[in-house]
């Protein structure tokens, strides 16, 4: 179904498209309103391709490439006599048409907005951007969107929308971590873009975890019902998400351990090739969830390994951790940490484990 998109995008872009191909692409784009902004990228750039939007991307080498390739063809051809050549893009027909596939699937390819290479959100570089809302390390922040949907950034996290969002569609970009409770609207659909996967939703309150230099996205559901499509594949899987699940999405190509389910994750109930799907446990008495007290300005812990907990701690404190001892770093530990310093929670810590720890600026080396 993505190659006769592809297909149909690239007839319009080269003026060959039928009435009735251009109502299949309009009902395509109707149906599935998340392929709405790259599909706007790709006709920004066949009409404008020396714009500064797409200084330094990936996606301009690929594209240029083919045109260049066009030209050559184009060239080689000969004249026809009574015939003006165009000085502008005087590609054959059906070059011009090819030419749009292939960049289009370049851009399916690289995951729609986010491209190979980690460069950044495209999105992040277009005129349309409105507002983007960022934390640093040992920070959090809470905003309202326009809609009156309430988010929640975790710390060295970024949160990017723009001026379309509140108008038939309400998307936003996020790179690191955030929790939405999002204002139910079932006539403007709510869409959490992530480097790999996309999260679609009517109303709802749900937690997505997506730092790039992760080798997981995490999505965990707390009511509501959400649908996650994996941006990945040309075939875009996707997962139904129901209340108290927790859907765990390996990345492609990684190749750093996936850490491993804390004590509050029950046994994986729906085993997939791309992600693993379980219930979320609360950790006491109050039903808090490990995934989400983070909002309530809690660092919660349940039986994670200390090499995963570390990975929470150096964006909770803004520092850098480092093992000495990988049996160290494989130790189990539970709690929580609301307001102690980098120095009171390592020594909260050494109370339950033994271990050693040094302090240089901002780096922390543990030891045996």
């Known amino acids: 179904m993505r190659d006769r998109l592809a297909i149909l995008l690239s007839r319009k872009l080269s003026g060959e498209a039928s009435n009735e ?5 309009e009902d395509w784009i109707r149906e599935h309103p998340e392929d709405h902004y790259w599909i706007d990228t790709m006709e920004l750039f066949w009409y404008n391709p020396t714009s500064s939007d797409f200084s330094d991307l990936n996606l301009e080498a690929h594209i240029r490439y083919i ?7 184009s060239a080689e051809l000969p004249e026809q006599e009574g015939v003006v050549s165009k000085k502008k893009r005087s590609y054959s027909a059906t070059w011009i048409k090819w030419s749009a ?32 809302i960022a934390t640093t390390g040992g920070t ?3 905003i309202v969107l326009p809609d009156g949907s309430k988010v929640w950034l975790n710390a060295s996290s970024k949160l990017l929308y723009n001026k ?12 690191g971590e955030a929790f ?20 679609r939703v009517l109303g709802t309150a749900f937690n997505v975890k997506s730092y790039k230099e992760d080798a997981t996205v995490e999505t965990t559901l707390i009511h509501g019902l959400v649908r996650v499509i994996n941006k990945t594949e040309q075939n875009a899987s996707e997962v139904i998400l129901h209340p108290k699940e927790k859907l765990v999405f390996r990345k492609p190509g990684t190749k750093d351990p996936v850490p491993e389910s804390s004590a509050s994750t029950a046994p994986v109930t729906r085993p997939l090739p791309d992600y693993t799907v379980s219930r979320i446990l609360p950790v006491n008495s ?3 969830f490990a995934e989400t007290a983070w909002v309530n300005n809690q660092l919660l812990f349940d039986g ?37 310093t980098i120095n009171q929670a390592l020594g909260a810590l050494q109370q339950i484990a033994s271990f050693h720890y040094k302090i240089k600026d901002k780096h922390v080396i543990i030891s045996k």
Not at 21 to 25: R, V
Not at 67 to 73: I, M, R
Not at 102 to 129: D, E, V
């Open 67 to 73: 045109f260049n390739q066009a030209e050559k063809e």
């Open 304 to 340: 994670d390994r200390f090499k995963d907990l570390a990975v929470k701690m150096e964006r909770w404190f803004d520092v850098t951790i480092s093992f000495e001892d990988s049996s160290v770093a494989s130790y189990r530990l539970s709690g929580a940490f609301e307001d102690e």
């Open 140 to 142: 959090r922040s809470q």
């Open 164 to 175: 379309k969002f509140n108008d038939t569609l309400r998307e936003v970009f996020l790179d």
């Open 180 to 199: 939405f409770d999002v204002r139910k609207d079932p006539a403007r659909p709510f869409i959490v873009h992530t480097a790999d996967i996309d999260i």
């Open 286 to 288: 109050d039903s808090v």
């Open 101 to 132: 596939v292939a960049a289009t699937l370049i851009i399916l390819a690289t995951g729609g907005l986010y491209l190979a290479g980690k460069q950044g959100f495209l999105f992040n570089r277009t005129k349309n951007t409105e507002s983007e």
């Open 21 to 25: 191909e251009l109502k299949e692409l």
